[in-house]
């Protein structure tokens, strides 16, 4: 690593860490002029023609990653009968929402579940944010004694993976009356992502100028004063990355709700499915269980490309902790 | 800080309070209300660290020396758990399922990440919707995505079958999920599918980082694509790979989802993971201090892989 920073130091990066770097690249990429940054780490200035075989060849390979998850949306729109049966020419002949109405009306509708996941993951997203945020700028701004041991305590729950601690986590919910509620699956989600979140806030706060928050304290503001008024526009798209990993960590997640949750009605959607799967209500129906995951994905799809450039940032920033 | 001084000249208060502060001992006022405002804002974090990570952590450890069932009394019995791992056979299977699967997966993900790492590194037009197509499958999750697979793997109606029959490749009645090796097969393809979009992200990430001019003047030396790559790339990227390699190894080895919901450890127990046999002995089974045995032999595998890996590739990397 010492050669990597030398190196970087010589090149005249002045100062910023390497989240900045990606998240600085992700934007030049946006705006991507052809000439302004066509260059690969090879060095090698891309013609036209070989800009045109990297399209190709970058459309065909998006294609194999995209391409299954566009085909399950209009798997999803058969009728059932054609999704238990052998594929045929006019499969798509008969588009309809019948399997989306049979989901999502009648005694045993998962439009509750749904509920249930945008419950846990907003929930989620918003305590995880609140408590990344102060601690963040504790841990930034702030010196004091075990300030050091604090933060590694919180990054030592990065090592402990969630399913290893699921029986004493049940047998403790359980005492705590947080068994079988939205509230506790939404407190289980926010510990685990909480290392994350308080990392990324506190890397917020640290690039704010520290001349800023003393100046703020010359003029007399009080603490929560100077982070609601003169900091959050500052660290905003550090709350963003935190509330968006939150998210979609909720959203998609399945063994903890599996576990805490032993209650129907308050199955998440992710566990809902399961039971469409096994055909808890009647019989296995493929076409329920095709709506309903497509239902699961939209809200991760639509979330990360409105909010992606903030994900990537995360990741970054994130990983650069090893 | 070099630009906070002006602002320290003007205000000699000011860096004295700062000083204060910085070596940790609070000799001052302000250093003394900074403690306590800065304890009193990471509070909250460390309670829920505290409470939900680190104390199941500890409880897990004595649980595990009792026979504790889901409910009733318990009392401690020493090793007893432990012991009777060594005889539990298939969590012992389970533990070498897992190390097969995770073993099958690891080198398919890191090459296919690191590939596509190389093919949209660069920022050329249209890189950036590509590196947000190729990590749409890792956004959806794998959840969503293995009850998607196990609509399409049903023999005679899956589009799997459908495909690959037309090709010739298998019959059409080729039941995936009823198979341990059809099953691990179809498995270890769609988690690589899953998961090298964000080993991608990793490397990329990673590649960025690296200054052009230790390319160009490798090129001014002669040295080719390839060798520029072998030589440079690799060894100033050893630290993103070895943290992309001990992710995937780690999630790998913890996996449950695409099990649970694609073949549920079928057929018989051929394919229970680690985490699945956990799930099962605490809830199924209801032995809580045996299942929490095999959460600490968790823990402990865990680390060593984590700690085996990391030594391995950062041995000559500092």
């Known amino acids: 690593m010492a050669a990597v920073r030398s190196r970087r130091d010589q090149a005249g990066t002045p100062g910023a860490s390497r989240g900045q770097d990606a998240?600085?690249?992700?934007?030049?990429?946006?705006?991507?002029?052809?000439?302004?940054?066509?260059?690969?780490?090879?060095?090698?200035?891309?013609?036209?023609?070989?800009?045109?075989?990297?399209?190709?060849?970058?459309?065909?390979?998006?294609?194999?990653?995209?391409?299954?998850?566009?085909?399950?949306?209009?798997?999803?729109?058969?009728?059932?009968?054609?999704?238990?049966?052998?594929?045929?020419?006019?499969?798509?002949?008969?588009?309809?929402?019948?399997?989306?109405?049979?989901?999502?009306?009648?005694?045993?509708?998962?439009?509750?579940?749904?509920?249930?996941?945008?419950?846990?993951?907003?929930?989620a997203a918003v305590l995880t944010s609140l408590v990344a945020v102060l601690a963040g700028y504790g841990f930034a701004l702030f010196r004091f004694r075990g300030s050091g041991l604090a933060f590694g305590l919180v990054l030592l729950a990065f090592m402990i993976p969630f399913q290893a601690v699921l029986t004493p986590l049940f047998l403790e919910l359980h005492f705590?009356?947080?068994?079988n509620s939205l509230l506790g699956l939404a407190l289980f989600n926010t510990t685990f992502n909480l290392p994350i979140g308080v990392y990324v806030m506190r890397n917020s706060f640290l690039q704010v100028p520290r001349e800023l928050v003393d100046a703020a304290r010359?003029?007399?503001?009080?603490?929560?004063?100077?982070?609601?008024?003169?900091?959050?526009?500052?660290?905003?798209?550090?709350?963003?990355?935190?509330?968006?990993?939150?998210?979609?960590?909720?959203?998609?997640?399945?063994?903890?709700?599996?576990?805490?949750?032993?209650?129907?009605?308050?199955?998440?959607?992710?566990?809902?499915?399961?039971?469409?799967?096994?055909?808890?209500?009647?019989?296995?129906?493929?076409?329920?269980?095709?709506?309903?995951?497509?239902?699961?994905?939209?809200?991760?799809?639509?979330?990360?490309?409105?909010?992606q450039r903030y994900y990537v940032r995360g990741l970054v920033s994130g990983a650069l902790k090893g | 800080m070099t630009v906070a001084e002006p602002a320290q000249r003007r205000l000699p208060g000011l860096a004295r309070?700062?000083?204060?502060?910085?070596?940790?001992?609070?000799?001052?006022?302000?250093?003394?209300?900074?403690?306590?405002?800065?304890?009193?804002?990471?509070?909250?974090?460390?309670?829920?660290?505290?409470?939900?990570?680190?104390?199941?952590?500890?409880?897990?450890?004595?649980?595990?020396?009792?026979?504790?069932?889901?409910?009733?009394?318990?009392?401690?019995?020493?090793?007893?758990?432990?012991?009777?791992?060594?005889?539990?056979?298939?969590?012992?299977?389970?533990?070498?399922?897992?190390?097969?699967?995770?073993?099958?997966?690891t080198i398919p993900i890191f090459v296919v990440g690191y590939a596509l790492a190389v093919f949209v590194r660069a920022n050329r037009p249209g890189s950036t919707v590509f590196r947000t197509m190729i990590f749409l499958p890792y956004i959806v999750g794998l959840v969503t995505e293995s009850y998607m697979a196990v609509v399409e793997l049903q023999p005679t109606s899956g589009t799997v079958n459908y495909v690959l029959s037309k090709l010739g490749l298998v019959s059409d009645t080729t039941a995936w999920l009823v198979h341990t090796g059809l099953a691990m097969t179809?498995?270890?393809?769609?988690?690589?599918?899953?998961?090298?979009?964000?080993?991608?992200?990793?490397?990329?990430?990673?590649?960025?980082?690296?200054p052009q001019e230790i390319y160009e003047s490798a090129r001014v030396d002669g040295a080719s694509w390839w060798a520029a790559e072998?030589?440079?790339?690799?060894?100033?990227?050893?630290?993103?790979?070895?943290?992309?390699?001990?992710?995937?190894?780690?999630?790998?080895?913890?996996?449950?989802?695409?099990?649970?919901?694609?073949?549920?450890?079928?057929?018989?127990?051929?394919?229970?993971?680690?985490?699945?046999?956990?799930?099962?002995t605490a809830f199924a089974q209801m032995d809580v201090g045996l299942a929490s045995a095999m959460s600490v032999v968790l823990v402990i595998v865990v680390g060593l892989i984590t700690f085996v890996q990391f030594r391995f590739l950062q041995r000559d990397g500092d």
């Open chain 2, 17 to 105: 309070l700062r000083s204060g502060g910085r070596d940790g001992r609070p000799s001052t006022a302000q250093g003394r209300r900074d403690t306590r405002t800065g304890l009193a804002l990471v509070a909250p974090a460390l309670l829920f660290v505290g409470v939900f990570a680190l104390f199941p952590l500890g409880f897990g450890v004595y649980i595990s020396l009792t026979n504790w069932p889901l409910v009733g009394p318990y009392q401690l019995i020493g090793l007893a758990n432990y012991y009777a791992l060594l005889h539990d056979s298939v969590f012992l299977q389970s533990i070498l399922f897992t190390l097969k699967y995770t073993g099958i997966v």
């Open chain 1, 218 to 307: 010359v003029d007399g503001a009080s603490v929560p004063t100077t982070l609601l008024s003169v900091l959050r526009p500052l660290v905003l798209p550090g709350i963003a990355t935190t509330a968006l990993y939150a998210f979609l960590f909720s959203w998609t997640e399945f063994l903890g709700a599996l576990s805490f949750l032993t209650n129907d009605d308050l199955f998440t959607l992710p566990v809902a499915l399961s039971n469409v799967e096994t055909g808890t209500y009647g019989a296995v129906n493929y076409g329920l269980l095709l709506a309903g995951a497509v239902i699961a994905m939209i809200p991760c799809v639509i979330v990360y490309v409105a909010l």
């Open chain 2, 230 to 280: 072998r030589r440079l790339t690799v060894p100033l990227l050893r630290r993103w790979i070895a943290l992309s390699l001990i992710i995937s190894v780690v999630g790998s080895f913890l996996a449950f989802n695409q099990f649970f919901i694609m073949t549920d450890g079928g057929p018989g127990t051929s394919t229970v993971t680690v985490v699945m046999s956990i799930y099962d």
């Open chain 1, 23 to 123: 998240g600085r690249s992700q934007r030049a990429s946006r705006s991507g002029g052809r000439g302004a940054s066509a260059r690969a780490p090879g060095g090698r200035t891309a013609s036209s023609r070989g800009l045109g075989w990297f399209i190709a060849a970058g459309v065909a390979i998006s294609a194999v990653f995209v391409l299954p998850l566009v085909w399950e949306i209009f798997r999803s729109l058969e009728p059932e009968s054609a999704v238990a049966s052998a594929p045929s020419g006019q499969s798509f002949s008969h588009l309809t929402f019948a399997n989306y109405q049979t989901l999502l009306s009648g005694q045993d509708d998962i439009i509750r579940n749904v509920v249930n996941s945008l419950v846990v993951a907003v929930l």
């Open chain 2, 186 to 210: 179809a498995i270890s393809i769609l988690v690589v599918w899953f998961y090298s979009g964000f080993a991608m992200m990793l490397l990329m990430a990673g590649m960025q980082g690296i």
């Open chain 1, 176 to 179: 705590l009356h947080l068994l």
